[in-house]
């Protein structure tokens, strides 16, 4: 019988369709923020930059290491790409402030009826967040849980950057079963990335759940079978109460 579940937060719980808007709300505030201090922040740059800068840590760091980089040293990355040298500490920590928490202050929406199916789970489970960061740390990212007014369902939450290794790294799953004396059995993990989210809780013994409305293709994703494969947040609930 499951006990508890467990959820991935981005392109599970909460959309990436806004990723575009997001990325153009960051250029405009990061442009404000580097004329202050006298430099200039052109559009295809900035674009240029971070995503050089995001695939260093998504591919390198994250998927390779297991490990989730500082917003500080990304943003050093970020800045060279830029060329940008010898600048003055406080523009440095205005920048990394305002990607730190640029989330809450930011339109964020849910995969659609995700909100639902938490509501309805939380009633029957105990309910888990696993989340790797990015640029924005778990302290930010609990403030985005609040204002989109779930942070209540979840007796657990864990962020990357916290617990000091990214997800698959399998010690993130066994720290759940140790948080609440299950077995493998008993928990089933809701995600949209095969090598990590499907992975970490296929390494452990751990139900999986891989939902794939905002999935993106990996490498040797094809070998990572989930129990179950949807697109629709409601016939998961159907799976769970069917173990």
Known sequence: MIKVVSFDLWNTILSGKDSKNFKEFRFKNLKKIFSRYGYEL?????????????????????????????TSSSMRTFLSYLSIGNYPEKFFHEVVSFMESSFTSSEVSFVENMDILIKRLSLDYELVLISDTGFTPG??????????????????????DEMGVSKPDRRIFEFVLKYFGCEPSEVVHIGDIPVTDIKGALDVGMRSVHFKKETYLFKDAEKLKADFLTDDPLEIENFIKSL
């Open 139 to 160: 302290k930010y990212l609990r403030e985005v849980l609040k204002k989109v007014g779930i942070f209540d369902y979840f007796s657990l939450l864990i962020f990357s």
């Open 42 to 70: 052109k559009k295809e740059d900035y674009y240029s930059s971070i995503d050089k800068t995001w695939d260093i840590f998504f591919n390198g760091e994250w998927l390779e290491k297991r490990y989730t980089p500082t």
